[in-house]
């Protein structure tokens, strides 16, 4: 099923330009199904045209998001770092900071740079401690799409990625076999038209399996957590009144958010010209 959460946290899937609601109060209640091994059953004459809901972020209330840092070599390179996710671990952003489709990223400062990473990432379907690589993807519920807003400098990473609105998610969940290898994903990511990254998840660094694997050895995962898998070369500044958009076969709608900066001030972090150096600009358009 290609699943969405749309208006007050109702739950439906898509078929073709309707929403066919699901008998779940909520996304975790479509999840816990699943994990005890059965979906709720749709009522197909209740269709909704899609474009009549508000489509929401999939899961709204994770525990934690998880995030992989440098899992492309391509980023890698343009990132200049000898470090990568082997390297690195995980680090961690507030769910705090989730954003529905269609909503407006919010830069808080004038002073420093934010570049838009767009990424894979996945739902846990049932809780998983210390799982081995071979069995991780039996605790994946489903894919979705999901942007790592960053500000760039030498503060932590959590810190760098946490502020609110800074994880755009959606719109759809796919569940794991709808969605077919996590491993064979193409993810395009376009800023204001300009297409800045295409790449496919055959290059991650490391896969969704020893990503999961590797994160239920240092913390217990828990159904509804996000785990992002990281973002390839591409990364660029983003400026008031950018549109981004997220695209990643599978999924059949794409993540489309909004730049605004309404109320910016001055960083009262020093991290300003410290940490790893992002790459030049891309040319834009006009």
């Known amino acids: 099923m290609r699943l969405v959460s749309y208006d007050d946290g109702q739950v439906g899937y898509l078929a073709g330009d309707q929403v066919i609601p699901l008998p ?52 890698q390179a343009e990132m200049s770092t000898d470090s990568q996710v082997g390297a690195l671990g995980f680090f961690l952003k507030a769910p705090s900071s989730l954003l529905d489709p269609g ?21 846990i379907g049932r809780t998983a401690r210390q799982v081995s690589e071979q069995d991780a993807l039996s605790c994946v519920f489903g894919y979705t799409g999901l942007l790592d807003i960053t500000m760039r400098g030498g503060e932590d990473r959590s810190t760098r990625k946490s502020f609110d609105t800074f994880t755009p998610m959606g719109p759809v969940l ?49 159904p509804g957590d996000v785990i992002s898998t990281g973002t390839p070369a591409g990364v660029g500044p983003l400026i008031a009144g950018d549109t981004i958009r997220l695209e990643l076969s599978g999924l059949g709608l794409d993540l489309t958010v909004q730049v605004a900066a309404d109320h910016t001030i001055a960083s009262p972090t020093s991290g300003h010209n410290r940490g790893p150096v992002p790459p030049p600009a891309p040319p834009r358009a006009g």
Not at 179 to 207: H, M, N
């Open 24 to 75: 779940a109060r909520t996304m975790r209640d479509v999840i816990a199904s699943w994990s005890a091994g059965k979906l709720p059953v749709p009522d197909r004459e209740a269709g909704i045209p899609l474009r009549d809901v508000r489509l929401r972020v999939p899961v709204a209330d994770p525990s934690k998001i998880i995030a992989a840092p440098v899992n492309y070599r391509d980023h």
């Open 103 to 123: 909503g407006t990223i919010q830069l808080p400062y004038h002073d420093r740079r934010f570049d838009q990473e767009g990424e894979l990432a996945l739902v």
């Open 174 to 222: 796919s569940t794991a076999d709808e969605f077919g290898d996590p491993g064979d994903a193409e993810l395009r990511c376009w800023v204001s038209g300009d297409l800045r990254q295409k790449a496919s998840t055959r290059d991650l660094i490391w896969g969704v399996a020893r990503l999961v694997s590797y994160a239920s050895s240092v913390t217990t995962l828990y």
